[in-house]
T-cell receptor, first 114, second 115 residues
Framework: AQTVTQSQPEMSVQEAETVTLSCTYD???????LFWYKQPPSRQMILVIR??????QNATENRFSVNFQKAAKSFSLKISDSQLGDTAMYFC???????????FGQGTRLTINP | ETGVTQTPRHLVMGMTNKKSLKCEQH?????MYWYKQSAKKPLELMFV???????ENNSVPSRFSPECPNSSHLFLHLHTLQPEDSALYLC??????????????FGPGTRLTVL
């Protein structure tokens, strides 16, 4: 079974700093998808970014980018120029090719301080 | 309304009560999901419906009973729950295009407390 591990339960940085959240996963599959979701205090889970495993290029969405290392089974999220609104729980998630099941990590609670 | 909506947002019930959670998606999707989010545990997939048919049931106790009457609505019927069932219940929806790693879009959740 696939597993997702987020080794940082909590992180805290100052506004405008850059922060990197770690995620590792375990799978024997070659084709799959990886996601980062954000859950602010409002509880709504919001997609931040997604990566297809067959793509070598790292996904980028504005201030959010990933460092996808397939051989190392690592999928970290970098947030540049962090903003107060980035304060949230961040979840890394895995989905097999052709599947509908998302497997989530434990989450990292990120706080952006003014 | 847009996106995925859930009602109620908060629910307190006794162990002998029967209640239902409702989810509605306005995205034209054809797959819907129930997840359970407990404190200090990863989100757990409970049920998956694709084209209104249940395709996955992750060994969920029978006191949880899902219903998907059409592609836009999903219910979770609750009866004789236990205090350990207290959690945030999240609904999600996606397209089902097969192999495409369809992104799931989540609702705001129902915070359930079982007394």
């Amino acid at each position: 079974a696939q597993t997702v591990t987020q080794s940082q339960p909590e992180m805290s940085v100052q506004e405008a700093e850059t922060v990197t959240l770690s995620c590792t996963y375990d799978t024997s599959e070659n084709n799959y998808y990886l996601f980062w979701y954000k859950q602010p205090p409002s509880r709504q889970m919001i997609l931040v970014i997604r990566q297809e495993a067959y793509k070598q290029q790292n996904a980028t969405e504005n201030r959010f980018s990933v460092n996808f290392q397939k051989a190392a089974k690592s999928f970290s999220l970098k947030i540049s120029d962090s903003q107060l609104g980035d304060t949230a729980m961040y979840f890394c998630a895995f989905m097999n090719w052709g599947a509908q099941k998302l497997v989530f990590g434990q989450g990292t609670r990120l706080t952006i301080n003014p | 309304e847009t996106g995925v909506t859930q009602t109620p947002r908060h629910l307190v019930m006794g162990m002998t009560n029967k209640k239902s959670l409702k989810c509605e998606q306005h995205l034209g999707h054809n797959a819907m999901y129930w997840y359970k989010q407990s404190a200090k545990k990863p989100l757990e997939l409970m049920f998956v419906y694709s084209l209104e048919e249940r395709v996955e049931n992750n060994s969920v106790p029978s006191r949880f009973s899902p219903e998907c009457p059409n592609s836009s609505h999903l219910f979770l019927h609750l009866h004789t729950l236990q205090p350990e069932d207290s959690a945030l219940y999240l609904c999600a929806s996606s397209s089902r295009s097969g192999g495409a790693g369809d992104t799931q879009y989540f609702g705001p959740g129902t915070r359930l407390t079982v007394l």
